[in-house]
């Protein structure tokens, strides 16, 4: 059973930055990592990913704010969330997918208020 724990959310300003960091029980080393959001009252979403080769997509709303990277060795995928405004308030989801396998960690919460 793989586990993943997200970290780093909070309360902050508007134009204010956060990291996120999501750990995984072990090696995340050929696997496709994604980081998803979910604010009230909508559906989960894609905000970014990368897969097992670093290649990086983002949802359309955080292009040029937001950059996720992964350090294999730790088992850590990071989101740097920069610029944040309201609009990105929401619980963080990590997911991990290897194979036909599919993860989520539990989720932090990111309030951006002022």
């Known amino acids: 059973q793989v586990q993943l724990v997200e970290s780093g959310g909070g309360l902050v300003q508007p134009g204010g930055s956060l990291r996120l960091s999501c750990t995984a029980s072990?090696?995340?080393?050929?696997?496709?990592m994604g980081w998803y959001r979910q604010a009230p009252g909508k559906q989960r979403e894609l905000v970014a990913s990368?897969?097992?080769?670093?290649?990086?997509n983002y949802a359309d709303s955080v292009k040029g704010r937001f950059t996720i990277s992964r350090d294999n060795v730790k088992g850590t995928v990071y989101l740097q969330m920069n610029s944040l405004n309201p609009d990105d308030t929401a619980v963080y989801y990590c997911?991990?997918?290897?194979?036909?396998?599919?993860?989520w960690g539990q989720g932090t919460q990111v309030t951006v208020s002022s």
């Open positions: 997911n991990a997918a290897y194979m036909d396998e599919n993860w």
């Open positions: 990368i897969t097992k080769r670093d290649i990086t």
């Open positions: 072990g090696t995340i080393f050929g696997w496709n």
